[in-house]
């Protein structure tokens, strides 16, 4: 049987850096026989540069036939000054729309060692684990019309957001299930007390969820549930949300964790020939221009995304658990990259030491 493929797409900033370290995991799991056929890309920002576009047509069909893409991040401030159709962004948002990946898994998941390293007290974030399910395809980012105009004498920005039925229904139905294989507990988040779309979201994962008697159902305005992320986040277990509001959400759900540079995603599409879905997996974190070169990022996130990979794409759960363990213990023996320290004076590690650590782990764990 062929290997199983994967695409990597590195991006900007820290993105290759981060890139860099899942190059070691993978590579570790190539020594102990389990091998993937790797290609590597250009997107983003490193792409605009070679190909004057952030996303070429031959890598978009790439991305396409491979079993999984995996893809650091994109983006930095040299690229602010360009057309929107040729930014960095735009790049990765083609290819979650043109994979048609909708469900966008955002796992939140506090490790014991960091339970003293987020901004919220001890006793809030301790043994948390929530996932976020952002709808990834649609809402804001994509509805027509958009664009800066003249009216009158001044200039209107303009964004829509825009929701179908059957758009509700598809991510309502991930996270319905995920909650099943979970604590059965789901969350839906919108503004229905101000938006129409919201009102229509609040009713399709309502109906939606009389297929799933056994899962809890609630609902929150999206501003509450901003609030009682940060009171009590564990309340929760899966969270349902739209495109925007899952941005933000689960930006400030990672300081529930330590630091945004812990956050590793699956964006999710519909299930392709083989039974396993269309998916590309990256951190939540951006290409942190600010650290960019200095060592200083941390690779948790992108590692923990490849764990997602083995787990969702792969059907490679006890590997994903093998890699997650691995990030458990060095954080347990007290490594941290610099975004994790607090004032206990502890000496922060290099992206490189932390990818090395993590690879020693997994080599002491068979
Ligand atoms: P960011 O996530 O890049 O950085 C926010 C802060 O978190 C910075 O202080 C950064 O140093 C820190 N940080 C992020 N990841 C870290 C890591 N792995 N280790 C240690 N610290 C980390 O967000 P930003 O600064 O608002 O955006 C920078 C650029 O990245 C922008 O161009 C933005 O559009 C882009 N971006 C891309 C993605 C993506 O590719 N998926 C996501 C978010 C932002
Ligand atoms: C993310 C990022 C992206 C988003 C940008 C870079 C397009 O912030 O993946 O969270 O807004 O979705
Ligand atoms: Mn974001």
Not at 296 to 309: D, Y
Request: aromatic share 6%; net charge negative; charged share 25%.
């Amino acid at each position: 049987m062929a290997n199983p493929s994967l695409l990597i797409l590195a991006g900007d900033g820290i993105g290759p850096e981060v890139m860099a370290e899942v190059r070691k995991v993978i590579d570790w799991f190539g020594t102990r026989g389990l091998a993937f056929d790797v290609t590597e890309d250009l997107v983003g920002g490193a792409a605009y540069d070679a190909h004057g576009t952030p996303l070429t047509d031959a890598t978009m069909d790439k991305a396409q036939s491979v079993d999984a893409v995996l893809l650091g991040a994109v983006g930095g401030p040299k690229y602010d000054v360009l057309d929107f159709s040729v930014k960095p962004e735009r790049g990765l948002l083609r290819l979650r729309k043109e994979m048609d990946l909708y469900a966008n898994l955002r796992p939140a998941q506090c490790f014991d060692a960091l339970a003293d390293f987020s901004s919220l007290k001890r006793d809030v974030v301790a043994g948390l684990d929530i996932v976020i399910v952002r709808e990834l395809t649609s809402g804001i980012y994509f509805g027509e019309p958009r664009g800066i105009i003249e009216e009158g004498n001044e200039r209107v920005g303009i964004n829509t957001q825009r929701y179908t039925e059957s758009e509700i229904e598809r991510v309502a139905r991930s996270a319905f299930e995920l909650a099943m294989r979970r604590g059965r507990k789901l969350c839906s988040m919108e503004k229905a007390n101000v938006m129409e779309s919201g009102v229509l979201w609040r009713e399709v994962v309502t109906e939606v969820g009389r297929d799933y008697p056994e899962v809890a159902l609630s609902h929150m305005y999206a501003d509450a549930g901003a609030m009682q992320l940060c009171r009590w986040p564990k309340q929760f277990d899966v969270i349902v949300t739209d495109n925007l509001f899952g941005d933000l959400l689960s930006d400030a759900a990672a300081m529930l964790t330590g630091s945004l540079g812990m956050l590793p995603s699956a964006s999710l599409g519909a299930p392709m020939a083989n039974g396993r879905p269309k998916a590309l997996y990256e951190p939540v974190h951006g290409s942190a221009p600010d650290i960019a070169g200095t060592g200083k990022a941390n690779p948790i996130a992108c590692i923990l995304s490849f764990a997602m990979a083995l787990r969702y794409s792969f059907d490679m759960g006890a590997e994903a658990d093998r890699v997650e363990a691995a990030v458990e213990a060095v954080l347990a023996d007290g490594l941290r990259t610099a975004d994790l320290l607090g004032e206990d004076g502890v000496q922060p590690v290099t992206t490189s030491e932390m990818g090395d650590a993590i690879v020693a782990k997994l080599a002491e764990s068979v």
